[in-house]
C-alpha cells in the first residue's frame, strides 16, 4: 500500500491535485477488506464495484489478484489520479465513475457481482445514505457485499441496520504483518 511519500504519488500533489472528502490517502480499512478476501475469495468477483473508493487500494487488489473488472467510484473526482498511480504500480486498470452513493440505483448496480468498500460511513449523516445504497445493492442481486471500517459508531449503528434485514453478518478483524490494523466487517452474502 503506497504512502504519501511514494515518489509516484509526491508527482500527483506536485500538479496540484487535492482531494477533498478525506481521500487524501490510503485508510487501513483497506487492509482489512484485502486480508479477508485473502483468507475468504469470493465465489463471485468478475465484476467488483469499489465504492468510496479513495486511492482504490481495495478494488486494485481485486484487479489483480482476483482478475475482477473493477469500478472504482468516488463522490470526489480527485482522488482519481492517485487511484491512476497506484493502479500503475500494480500494473492493472480500473473504470473511474464520479457519483455520491444515493447516485448508485438498484439498475447501476445490477451489473456487478460483488460491492466492496473501506473506510466510507465516518460521519453521521452518511448513515442512512450507506444503509439505502445497501439496500439497493441486495435488491438488484450484488451477490457479496464487504464493507470494512476501524469500528467508529456511525459504521457499527449501519452494519446493525443491515445485518438484521439482510442477515448479514458483523465480523471482527485483525491484520497482522507489514499493515497492522483491527476493526469490523459487514459481510452480506446474497447469493
Given at each position: 500500500m503506497p504512502t504519501a ?94 457519483k455520491r452513493f444515493e ?19 465516518f460521519w453521521d449523516e ?66
Amino acid at each position: 500500500m503506497p504512502t504519501a511519500s511514494h515518489p509516484a504519488i509526491r508527482r500527483v500533489k506536485r500538479q496540484g491535485t487535492s482531494p477533498s472528502i478525506h481521500g487524501t490517502k490510503p485508510w487501513k480499512s483497506s487492509a482489512l477488506l484485502i486480508d479477508y478476501l485473502k483468507k475468504h475469495p469470493p465465489a463471485h468477483a468478475g465484476r467488483v464495484i469499489d465504492v468510496g473508493c479513495g486511492w482504490g487500494v481495495a478494488g486494485i487488489w481485486c484487479a489483480k489478484k482476483l482478475r475482477s473488472e473493477v469500478t472504482s467510484v468516488d463522490a470526489d473526482p480527485d482522488v482519481f489520479p492517485f487511484l491512476d498511480e497506484v493502479a500503475a504500480m500494480n500494473q492493472v486498470r480500473t473504470s473511474h465513475l464520479v457519483k455520491r452513493f444515493e447516485q448508485l440505483t438498484v439498475k447501476k448496480l445490477a451489473r456487478y457481482d460483488m460491492l466492496i468498500a473501506a473506510d466510507i460511513c465516518f460521519w453521521d449523516e452518511l448513515v442512512k445514505p450507506v444503509t439505502n445504497m445497501v439496500n439497493r445493492a441486495v435488491k438488484a442481486g450484488v451477490k457479496h457485499i464487504y464493507i470494512a471500517d476501524p469500528e467508529r459508531s456511525t459504521f457499527l449503528e449501519m452494519a446493525e441496520r443491515c445485518v438484521d434485514k439482510h442477515c448479514g453478518e458483523l465480523i471482527d478483524w485483525r491484520t497482522r504483518g507489514t499493515i497492522e490494523t483491527r476493526g469490523a466487517l459487514l459481510t452480506i452474502e446474497n447469493a
